[in-house]
């Protein structure tokens, strides 16, 4: 026993000896870099917001007049045709009011005829000079007084027999109920405004989105553009809208300034609710099979040694060139300057020697993760660029541009 745990042991040390020989020294004072790929492919330039989904026409049906609701022929999600009967609310004291104003008019009518009656009486008498002028034009005034309170009685009938007919509810569109404010049995009461007894949406196979978009991205917003949203009940799923409008009133909310984007979408399958949260992209630039070098390759900053070696690296391509191309260089043999301004970026690559270039490139649309190359001489689809690297904390050798471990040339 002691035997085989004497060998395993044996065994175990040399591999370690081994290990180190062919990968720790090789390592020392070497870059161990990472690299990602330049691609090809489509570039999407998005800008996310949130908003609430709601149907396109909601109306909510209230009440002009007050009292106890009696009657409710509707509920929560009922289908609704215009001009249906929704509920009736008590109609007692509405009917009184309806025979206590034709009441009121049959007797202002009466007072009207007598007092007509009396002034065509006095109209022959005045004319014979039986009676005085005086007494003329008070029979004239009589009935003028009679007949404007005739029509003051009419119009009060006309009023009870509106607000009895108030009293029943009708739906003014056609749709579903997705909201009922009360119960069979409840009192309401019409002030000043009208309570809401129910919400209708009049479609709901087609819904809209009002999404909070910051001041600093709203410029990029228009009308006509397309959108992708999700909701969080479906959150594999990928639906489809446009912007109809980009409403100018700005709201304030912990200092951010936001503006209000309708959007419009189609829910033919129903299967979008009102009051849904929905995350929105805004897809501002879209680009199609364009070259894409990854931002990590853009972020990557050597070491002042491997500027050096880089440095060399290029002098010495500088001086094996024709001298009708080296004449273009003159005599400066630095790196270019102002190359990280604006739109012009720098990458690395490892080239065949094993050696570190940098390539200027021209970059456009930026999705935060990819960004487009608009020009470059060297960068080509499925080369290899510098994203990162480490270098061992031991002395420095002088081949430090090179792998650490061998493996393929990247493409050039």
Request: hydrophobic share 35%.
């Amino acid at each position: 026993m002691k035997l085989k745990i004497i060998i395993i042991t044996t065994i175990i040390i040399g591999l370690i000896i081994l290990m180190y020989l062919l990968f720790g020294g090789a390592s020392q004072g070497k870059k161990n870099f990472t690299f990602a790929e330049v691609t090809r492919g489509n570039l999407n330039v998005i800008i996310t917001s949130s908003g609430t989904l709601e149907a396109t026409s909601t109306v909510d049906v209230g009440t002009q007049v007050s009292g106890k609701i009696t009657k409710i022929y509707v509920d929560f999600n009922s289908e609704v045709k215009k001009g249906q009967l929704l509920a009736v609310i008590d109609t007692v004291n509405l009917v009184a009011e309806v025979r206590d104003a034709q009441a009121s008019l049959a007797k202002a009518k009466a007072e009207y005829d007598q007092k007509a009656s009396v002034h065509e009486r006095n109209k022959k008498l005045y004319e014979k000079k039986f009676i005085s002028e005086v007494d003329y034009i008070q029979s004239q005034t009589d009935v003028e007084s009679t007949y404007a309170s005739l029509k003051s009685a009419e119009y009060a009938l006309e009023k009870a027999r509106t607000n009895l007919d108030y009293a029943y509810i009708y739906t003014p569109i056609a749709g579903k109920i997705i909201n009922r404010s009360v119960e069979q049995g409840q009192t309401v009461a019409a002030s000043l405004s009208a309570p809401t007894l129910f919400t209708i949406a009049e479609d709901l196979s087609s819904m809209r989105i009002l999404a909070n978009v910051d001041e600093s991205d709203i410029g990029q917003i228009k009308e006509g553009q397309k959108v992708n949203f999700s909701v969080q009940t479906f959150p594999d799923r990928e639906f489809n809208g446009v912007v109809t409008q980009i409403r100018l009133q700005a709201t304030t909310s912990s200092n951010v300034v936001n503006y209000t984007v309708v959007i419009h979408a189609d829910n033919k399958d129903r299967v979008l609710l009102p009051g849904m949260t929905a995350t929105v992209d805004f897809y501002v630039n879209h680009k199609e099979n364009i070259l894409l070098v990854p931002n990590t390759a853009l972020r990557f900053e050597p070491s002042e040694g491997l500027l050096k070696d880089i440095n060399t690296n290029m002098k010495e391509d500088i001086a094996n060139m024709p001298d009708s191309i080296k004449i273009k260089f003159g005599n400066s043999h630095a790196l270019p300057t102002g190359i990280g301004s604006g739109n012009m970026e720098k990458v690395y690559y490892v080239d065949r020697n094993g050696k570190v270039k940098i390539v200027p490139i021209v970059t456009g649309l930026n999705d935060g993760k990819n960004s487009e190359i608009i020009m470059s001489r060297d960068l080509k689809e499925g080369m290899k660029v510098i994203t990162g690297s480490q270098e061992s904390s031991s002395s420095t050798d002088k081949k430090s541009n090179t792998l650490s471990q061998p493996g393929p040339p990247p493409m050039m």
